[in-house]
């Protein structure tokens, strides 16, 4: 608090200096971290995004439902596309449709969008989190790596039914 | 004849002058910062009991709100306390580093006023209208989420009037270079004020362009905004309005450790670095809040949120070794240069200002600033975003780190510019503990439970009556319980905070501060000259911090546990690209 020295311009302690180059090289460490991560590890932020308007992803997400539909549970319809092939997710107020039926080890491409508000796709376990915002579709390259049955909640407030917000993504063998 | 030039007149100011300090502090500057105190502690405490009602609604257990009051009151305690508490606190820290710390007046008072009242207005406007039900969109109030125009309005106008004050702080200080009230550099409290302000200025310029287009779409004239430019605007202004608070609280611990130990920084210029690294790179980090958005590609992200190789991370880091370094060093002066910690365990642990300064670090460092830097490296992220351990990690930077930061520094500000004597003085050595403590639950109990899948801004995680279940861990109850008990901790310390500080305002005479220490019975050692060996050398002596040393590579092995746990984890992860 005191008004500094004339000159405070000094050299630095020696503990300072190698604190300094120590901290130096761990942020060098941490920056290198990302794209090391980037280039040889599995999993990766998405980046394909298109623009796309709500009512043109609601209608391709109802003919994908339609086409690969298998069933149903609680009025939704579980839908069961080909490996290798262009997925479909709507979040909307308040539920992310449809219910999907993957294989364990196959690839998809799975398209995220949104029909209203902003809405936070949240798969559980896993813990993958990805933010799905109107106007955008948001394409994520995914490889289930177990079975079993997974839910999707929604982790962006989207107004009184935020918490009521869920899907299914079920994995077969 | 000769004529010869006259002296120029320096425009006399009204000041009276601090018994205790010898400073000369300008009679309108400590009015402002009188009225801007009081309504940061005002600010605190609506947001407080926000904070209450939500920790027991969260605490699943107990779930006492219904869900559009939990939506509706979350929405006012992200604002109470990210916008009103903190920067009425900063606008206050601004009128003392600016004139009194330099020994100078402060120009143009009156706009000093129209500012806060522009806050203030901006305060009660959005408190109201979210109040009413007509803004439930969080503090974040991300489009298409649609507010009450008057929200916006209200959000906008405390910006306008922070911007003022940020203005005049500027203006002040080089009135105070050209009357040459300070002679060379200022004081390094000041320059990292002048840090944070810099950063306020882009922060609030970006606020403005985020919320006014915003509010224009709120009244229907601008037919459409932009989702995602929304969000990228906002953080422009959102982010940067912590790395102020950053700068400010470094600041305080600068002035804490001056107050409390007499310390003095290790080495100006590099203290003075870390400030300027803040300045230049703080402000790319912004985009750890759009890692996992659609649109921005890997470089992109990547690059942002490094802050440009972690340069605005190694300002912090220098920070880091730089005051216990500093500390230890004015305890070692002292005497107490017994083994590597003599320093530390014979701290003044009972003056407030001390333990409110290591305990803000520690939490501040471990807790916020590890997690924070993990969350935000753009892969991890994917593990991280809109879960629990977001508030987890910020609740540790915000609350933890500078809301404890700035309640120690209210304890000197009672008896050098409220002029009051500080009551219930047990009751301000422990609450720096409790509060301590009691945040660092809450912030262990978020994280916890954010790492096994609980979203953030959630009324019910087991989402009950939902049309398809959903189940989460069982252990999540658990978590949710430590943080809500360390929530009720946290709180009571708030209460004693409050407690003491309206008691010392309110009850009592008015008292000249004779000395700085609140609870030492030893003359203050920055003022009275007390530190023997205070010009002796510290190179190779017994005087070297070598405490500080072992403290921040422990620091750095905790660092990199966590950090290479959190890459772990993402590799049990489905492959995704």
Not at chain 1, 4 to 16: A, C, I, T
Not at chain 1, 62 to 81: D, M, N, Q, T
Not at chain 1, 137 to 142: E, P
Not at chain 2, 305 to 326: C, E, Q
């Amino acid at each position: 608090m005191l008004a500094p020295q004339r000159v405070w311009w000094k050299p630095l302690h020696r503990f300072e200096k190698s604190w300094l180059i120590v901290a130096f090289v761990f942020c060098i460490f941490l920056t290198v971290m990302m794209p090391l991560w980037y280039l040889l590890g599995h999993q990766n932020v998405p980046a394909t995004t298109y623009r796309v308007e709500p009512a043109e992803f609601a209608q391709v997400t109802e003919a994908f439902a339609a086409k690969y539909k298998i069933g149903e549970v609680s009025g939704l319809p579980i839908v069961a596309p080909p490996p290798n092939s262009d997925v479909y997710l709507i979040g909307k107020r308040w539920v992310w449709y449809p219910v999907l039926q993957l294989q364990k080890g196959q690839t998809y491409r799975l398209h995220l969008s949104s029909l209203d508000l902003q809405h936070g796709f949240s798969l559980q376990p896993n813990n993958l989190n990805l933010q799905v915002v109107p106007g955008y579709d948001y394409v994520a390259t995914i490889t289930p790596t177990q079975a079993g049955e997974y839910s999707v909640i929604c982790n962006e407030f989207c107004q009184i039914g935020h918490h009521l917000m869920t899907g299914r993504i079920i994995v077969t063998d | 004849m000769a004529v010869t030039a006259l002296p120029r007149a320096i425009p006399a100011f009204q000041f009276r002058t601090c018994p205790a300090t010898t400073l000369k502090v300008d009679v309108n500057a400590e009015r402002l910062i009188i009225v801007n105190a009081v309504a940061a502690v005002v600010s605190l405490a609506l947001g407080g009991l926000g904070a209450l009602l939500l920790a027991l609604t969260r605490w699943q257990a107990i779930h006492l709100l219904p869900p559009d009051w939990f939506y509706r009151i979350l929405t006012a305690h992200g604002f109470d306390m990210l916008v009103a508490w903190i920067v009425f606190f900063e606008i206050a820290g601004l009128y003392f580093g600016g004139a009194i710390l330099l020994n100078a007046r402060l120009i143009l008072p009156k706009l000093g006023w129209f500012s806060f009242i522009l806050m203030a207005a901006g305060t009660v406007l959005v408190n109201v209208i979210v109040l009413l039900g007509q803004a439930d969109v969080m503090f974040t109030a991300y489009v298409p989420l649609k507010a009450h125009p008057l929200f916006y309005l209200g959000v906008i106008l405390f910006a306008v009037g922070a911007l003022i004050a940020v203005g005049l702080f500027f203006a002040t200080i080089t009135v105070a270079k050209i009357e040459r009230r300070y002679e060379g550099s200022v004081p390094l409290v000041t320059y990292g004020l002048i840090a944070a302000a810099i950063i306020a200025v882009y922060t609030l310029l970006s606020g403005a362009i985020a919320f006014v287009p915003a509010f224009f779409w709120s009244l229907g004239i601008l037919p459409e905004l932009d989702p995602g430019f929304f969000r990228n605007i906002f953080w422009s202004f959102g982010h940067p309005a912590q790395q102020i608070n950053l700068a400010a609280m470094v600041s305080v611990w600068y002035a804490l450790a001056a107050l409390t130990v007499g310390a003095v920084p290790l080495n100006e210029k590099l203290s003075r670095l870390a400030f300027v690294l803040y300045i230049l790179f703080i402000n790319l980090g912004s985009a750890h809040h759009l890692l996992t958005d659609p649109g921005p590609s890997f470089l992109w992200k990547a690059t942002n949120t490094s802050y440009a190789m972690y340069l605005a991370v190694l300002g912090s880091m220098i920070h880091a070794f730089s005051i216990p370094g500093a500390i230890e060093v004015a305890q070692r002066r002292k005497g107490f240069t017994r083994g590597a910690f003599e320093w530390l365990r014979k701290g003044p642990w009972r003056e407030p200002g001390f333990s409110s300064l290591v305990i803000s670090m520690i939490l501040f460092g471990w807790v916020g600033g590890v997690t924070g830097v993990t969350i935000g490296t753009e892969q991890i992220n994917l593990l991280a975003h809109n879960t629990l351990r977001i508030p987890g990690h910020f609740h540790a930077t915000v609350v933890s780190g500078t809301t404890l930061a700035f309640m120690g520094l209210t304890y000197y500000l009672i008896p050098l510019i409220f002029r009051k004597e500080l009551k219930l003085k047990k009751l301000a050595s422990w609450q720096p503990y409790l509060f301590g403590v009691g945040m660092l639950l809450v912030s262990i109990g978020m994280i916890g439970s954010g790492l096994q899948g609980a979203p953030r801004r959630q009324w019910d995680i087991t989402f009950t009556n939902a049309p398809l279940s959903a189940t989460l861990p069982g252990a999540t109850q658990i978590t949710l319980a430590i943080m809500g008990i360390g929530a009720l901790i946290a709180i009571a310390g708030g209460v004693m905070y409050l407690l003491v500080v309206l008691t010392s305002v309110f009850t009592g005479p008015r008292v000249e501060a004779k000395r700085l220490t609140l609870v030492m019975a030893q003359a203050n050692p920055l003022v009275d000259d007390v530190i023997p060996n205070m010009n002796k050398e510290v190179h190779g002596s017994k005087l070297q911090p070598r405490g500080a040393l072992i403290l921040v590579f422990a620091f750095l092995a905790f660092f990199m546990a966590y950090y290479l746990f959190n890459w772990w984890l993402l590799g049990r992860a489905w492959i995704i690209r």
